[in-house]
């Protein structure tokens, strides 16, 4: 890209802030995509002078060639640098890439900045051979604006600490809806511009979508209702608006398209079993379900070719220790030594009584999950217990809060179903959940579950222990909350 910058140079010498760095061609088309930087402290400058660039570039390239600009700020921070390091061994060279570890790699900045690399000796010898280090002072001087020295050193591998960690006993994996780096992403090939400029972002799977934010999703439209509305500015004025379903395979989402007054014949892309798209946009609530789960508000869409990928469950590792929510440990003087004549427990399985609550008291209608309340038995004897109000994404209607007892600062300030599932499922994990009834407290918990990707636990219904009847009389009269209720059932099996 040397020959590209100094001719951009030659066209606008004031420009000295903005350096191209790599250029994709589509000869198709033909079509350049161009990436720059610019540095961060230069971006008012850069906005301000885009479309005298844009005037440069054109001027640079061939008469018939189309382009497209991406570029981002740059800033000289050690936490840049090292990013930037990784991002060009992984494109150049797998090998490299696997063998850099941030701790063994030293950088300094400031007027001389410097990059010291620590790699074992066959892949510093491979380094030198490919002149890698020099490829990589030439990338880094252009990124950054300033002359790096980039030095890779020699280590000696320790093989004894090699064997120790491949022969180590492997520990039993957990779960988690946190590991953004494993790569869950779909990336289309063949863009054909719809509405809006070429998405070129990847889109991210559908099942990922768990909270409100701006993302890129993929999938082939289904059940398109186009639908009619009056503007609320001009009222003779009709408008059109579309609902559709998008599935990329891992799930589907309800979504929402209003195109502007001027654009109102692109809803004609949007039809059932249409060409698969690649959209951008924003994830919200949807107010209409009421129940917690998202919709799509569409911005711009783009045709793509069927992308074929496999869904990728890779197991996701959660932190060790809980976050948001912690047990709290429980003990009764009936389950002590004074009481050698207490009834044995009914069971002596390592159980978890749960009791989940809804945004409404409806049970054929249960909304959103707002609390959950579990109660941990082992040998008969109750351990833990574990209480939690959840923050629903919609509001909750007023008779159903006061019938509860519930605060809307109570709700507001509780984490969110993404914050407290994954501790209620350290919680039970390696129980049996059980709970009256099973099928609807279960069916609550999985929609939760499944967009957090944590596998469905061991389940078993309550009745199997403890007879209907006596439950029901156990049942606490002056309350609905979760707690009460399992621990209520708990007592029974624990004969406390």
């Known amino acids: 890209m040397n020959d590209f910058n100094e001719k951009f140079i030659k066209e606008l010498p004031d420009v000295t802030y903005l350096r191209f760095i790599s250029a994709k061609v589509d000869s198709s088309k033909p079509k350049v995509f161009l990436r720059a930087v610019y540095k961060k402290e230069c971006e008012e400058k850069y906005l301000n002078a885009k479309s ?21 700020p740059s800033e000289l921070t050690k936490g840049e640098i090292v990013k930037s390091i990784l991002d060009f061994f992984g494109k150049m060279s797998s090998l490299v890439s696997s063998a850099i570890e941030k701790e063994s790699t030293a950088i300094t900045i400031g007027e001389n900045p410097a ?9 510093a010898e491979y380094v030198d051979d490919e002149g890698l280090d020099v490829a990589l002072k030439t990338f880094l001087d252009t990124r950054f604006f300033n002359s790096f020295s980039v ?85 003779d004025v009709i408008r059109k608006f579309a609902t559709f379903t998008l599935d990329d395979g891992t799930g589907k989402i309800r979504c929402v398209f209003f195109p502007p007054q001027k654009n109102q014949d692109c809803l004609k892309f949007l039809e059932d079993n249409s060409p698969y798209m690649i959209m951008d946009g924003h994830l919200d609530y949807d107010e209409r379900a009421g129940d917690g789960s ?17 869904i990728n ?24 030594s004074f009481y050698n004549n207490s009834e044995q427990p009914l069971t002596k399985e390592k159980l978890v009584v749960f009791s989940v609550l809804t ?47 519930l605060l809307t600062s109570e709700l507001n300030n509780s984490p969110t ?38 596998p ?35 007592k029974i099996l624990a004969s406390v």
């Open 52 to 72: 005298e660039i844009l005037s440069a570039i054109a001027k640079v390239l061939p008469p018939a060639v189309s382009f497209e600009l991406n570029a981002t």
């Open 115 to 123: 990059v010291i690399i620590n790699l074992p000796e066959n892949i």
């Open 151 to 235: 030095s890779i050193k020699r280590f000696e591998e320790n093989e004894d600490e090699i064997r120790r960690i491949l022969q180590a006993n492997s520990f039993r994996p957990k779960y988690s809806y946190e590991r953004p780096e494993e790569g869950r992403v779909i990336k289309p090939t063949g863009r054909v511009k719809m509405y809006g400029d070429v998405i070129n972002a990847n889109a991210v799977y559908i099942c990922d979508c768990i909270k409100p934010q701006f993302t890129v999703l993929y999938g082939q439209v289904s059940d398109v209702k186009i639908r009619e509305y009056e503007s609320k500015k001009d009222k």
């Open 294 to 310: 998202l919709q799509f508000r569409v911005r711009h869409f783009t045709g793509c070719e069927k992308a074929e990928y496999e």
């Open 313 to 336: 469950n890779v197991v996701r590792l959660v932190d060790d220790e809980y976050r948001y929510v912690k047990p709290s440990s429980y003990t009764v003087l009936s389950q002590t």
């Open 359 to 405: 945004t409404s008291l409806n049970k054929y209608a249960p909304g959103e999950l707002i609390e959950i309340g579990a109660v941990k038995l082992d040998d008969g004897k109750i351990i833990e217990t574990f209480s939690t109000l959840v923050r629903p994404g919609v509001e909750m209607k007023e008779d159903a809060r006061l019938a509860l007892g």
């Open 417 to 454: 179903f993404d914050q407290a599932v994954p501790d209620f499922f350290k919680f039970f994990d390696g129980y049996t959940l059980t709970a009256l009834p099973i099928d609807w407290h279960i069916g609550i918990l999985r929609q939760y579950l499944e967009k957090l990707h944590i």
């Open 456 to 490: 469905l636990p061991r389940v078993a219904e309550l009745t199997s222990f403890v007879e209907a009847s006596t439950l029901r009389s156990v049942r606490p009269k002056n309350t609905y909350r979760s707690l009460a209720f399992a621990e209520a059932y708990a």
